[in-house]
Every structure is written in structure tokens, then in C-alpha cells.
């Protein structure tokens, strides 16, 4: 079957690509635009490691084609760090508020779900600054994690809200 050239806005930088119509924007993003920190889990959307933010709703990439998108804005966790827009080098990028916190409470352990944890959570801690832990649970529900048994994984969010609410900052 014939590609289709499209445009995606991929962490603020378009790229112009030609797609076959039924690559998910997982393969896409990971083959063809080479950011690798999506995961392809479960291939279902039933895992979370390949979410990412679509105009700033949380959705899992391996069940969205990649022509689906064409005009949206998407964040992968490449484009996470404060400084990351357009930067090839991230090794010399600062990491952002949810990232400090996952590393300082050991939230990440093997770390195949971490990128999909960090976007649920930007997603989470952007419509609940201050989530409950009932609240920071169900906003994970959509991602699964066999290491860490969750705790560190919620403890690192309270810890990201309580670092960035504007409610909390300045007490």
C-alpha cells in the first residue's frame, strides 16, 4: 500500500514523514523519528508504557495510528525535560520536577514502564495539582509496573505535587 506524507508536532518540532496507514504512532515515533523512550508493551493499550501526551490528553500510542494525528501536538518523555524542545543532546538537559521526584524516591527500578508512569503523571499532576492518593492511583490505573509494587511510584507524584503546586509553593 502506498505511504501518505504527513506532519507530526513531535516534543514542539515538526517532522515531515511518509507513513503506510496503519503504522501506530508507537512504531513511528520509535522506527522512523527514533525516539525510543515509548515502549511497546502489551500491543493492546492495556499496559501504559507506550503513553504519551496528544494535545495534552494522555492516550496510549500503540493504539493510535499514526495518520490519526497529523496536527496534533504530542509529547514523548524525550520532550519532558524543561529544555528539551529541539535538543538533540539530553544528556545535558535538566530532568523536570516529576523526573527529580521519581529518581530521589526510587520510584524507578527496571524503568521499562517509567516513561509511561512520567507522562500519566504530567497528565495527572496537570488537571489535579494536589491529588489525594485515592486520586494519584486512579490516575495510574492505566499503566502497569511489576517492579516497585507502586508505592515509590505514588510517593514520587506527591512529592512532584508538593514541589510544583502553586498552592503548596512559598508555605
Known amino acids: ?17 511518509a507513513v503506510q496507514p496503519w503504522r501506530t504512532l508507537t512504531e513511528v515515533l520509535r522506527d522512523q523519528l527514533n525516539l525510543t523512550g515509548t515502549k511497546l ?28 494525528v497529523e496536527g496534533n501536538k504530542i509529547v514523548t518523555i524525550e520532550g519532558m525535560t524543561p529544555d528539551a524542545a529541539g535538543e ?27 516513561p509511561g508512569m512520567i507522562l500519566s503523571s504530567k497528565f495527572l499532576l496537570d488537571h489535579t495539582p ?8 486512579a490516575g495510574l490505573s492505566g499503566n ?8 515509590k511510584i505514588v510517593d514520587a507524584i506527591a512529592d512532584a505535587a508538593e514541589k510544583t503546586s502553586p498552592n503548596k509553593q512559598g508555605e
Open 1 to 17: 500500500m502506498k505511504k501518505e506524507l504527513i506532519t507530526l508536532n513531535v516534543n514542539g518540532d515538526d517532522y515531515e514523514i
Open 41 to 68: 508493551g502489551c500491543g493492546t493499550g492495556d499496559c501504559g508504557a507506550c503513553t504519551v501526551l496528544i494535545d495534552d490528553q494522555s492516550v496510549c500510542s500503540c493504539l493510535t495510528l499514526a495518520i490519526e
Open 88 to 114: 538533540k543532546d539530553l544528556e545535558n538537559c535538566e530532568l523536570n520536577q516529576i523526573q527529580e521526584s521519581f529518581i530521589a524516591k526510587g520510584a524507578i527500578q527496571f524503568g521499562f514502564c517509567t
Open 130 to 137: 494536589n491529588p489525594s492518593e485515592d486520586e494519584i492511583r
Open 144 to 151: 502497569l509496573c511489576r517492579c516497585t509494587g507502586y508505592n
